[in-house]
């Protein structure tokens, strides 16, 4: 199952598209890429999911390349409410087994 | 929101004391999953089950066990809770979008 690696942190403004990317090298063939939000004291909520190519839903879209090396999660237009903890991970689809990343604290400025 | 609901919702305990965790869900989801949270830090996967008596182990399964007798609940148990088992405990249902429960705070003393 692989492990994911994203950035520890990062700062935008409201109104601006925040892209978060995600390195998952090991990917296996049977795993699907996931995203989650967290706010403090609460559990995670699940944001999209994607194979390969593009994902879009109501609230986000996911990028993945071809070679599924690595994808990125884009927010369009962030609000102070978007300032979280998103989480990138492999699901196995094989086992329903997966590993959450380290997250990537999002600060959304006025 | 899903119906998935954690119990206790806050616990102490002393070193060395079995503890259970029960998780329940009223959704009918096949698969169920125990996390923990510590602070600064992501979650990590204790056990997971895909059906009823059907477990497996996740990154840090020392310590934990588990069962699943009926499909609505899913116990977690520390088997002789230690200080480094304090921590966050979150149990989530589905598999490609889990819904999370409130979590559990257990503090070993």
């Known amino acids: 199952l692989a492990k994911t690696t994203q950035p520890i942190s990062m700062d935008s403004y409201e109104g601006q598209e925040v892209n978060i990317t995600c390195s998952h090298n090991?990917?296996?063939?049977?795993?699907?890429i996931t995203w989650y939000q967290q706010f403090p004291s609460q559990g995670p909520r699940f944001i999209i999911q994607?194979?390969?190519t593009k994902v879009t839903n109501e609230v986000a879209s996911l990028f993945i390349p071809a070679d599924r090396k690595s994808s990125t999660l884009s927010l369009p237009r962030v609000s102070l409410s978007d300032t979280a903890v998103y989480y990138c991970?492999?699901?196995?689809?094989?086992?329903?087994?997966?590993?959450f990343g380290q997250g990537t604290t999002l600060q959304v400025k006025p | 929101d899903a119906g998935i609901t954690q119990s206790p919702r806050h616990k102490v305990t002393e070193t060395g004391t079995p503890v259970t965790l029960r998780c329940h869900q009223t959704?009918?989801?096949?698969?169920m999953y125990w996390y923990r949270q510590d602070p600064g830090h992501g979650l990590r996967l204790i056990h997971y089950?895909?059906?009823?008596?059907?477990?497996d182990k996740g990154e840090v399964s020392d310590g934990y066990s588990v069962s699943r007798s009926k499909t609505e609940d899913f116990l977690l148990t520390l088997e002789s809770a230690t200080s480094s088992q304090t921590s966050v405990y979150f149990c989530?249902?589905?598999?490609?979008?889990?819904?999370f429960g409130p979590g559990t705070r257990l503090t070993v003393t």
């Open positions: 991970l492999a699901l196995s689809s094989n086992t329903g087994k997966l590993i």
């Open positions: 090991n990917i296996a063939t049977n795993d699907y």
């Open positions: 994607g194979y390969k």
């Open positions: 959704e009918n989801h096949r698969y």
């Open positions: 089950s895909y059906g009823v008596k059907d477990t």
């Open positions: 989530a249902i589905g598999i490609y979008e889990q819904y």
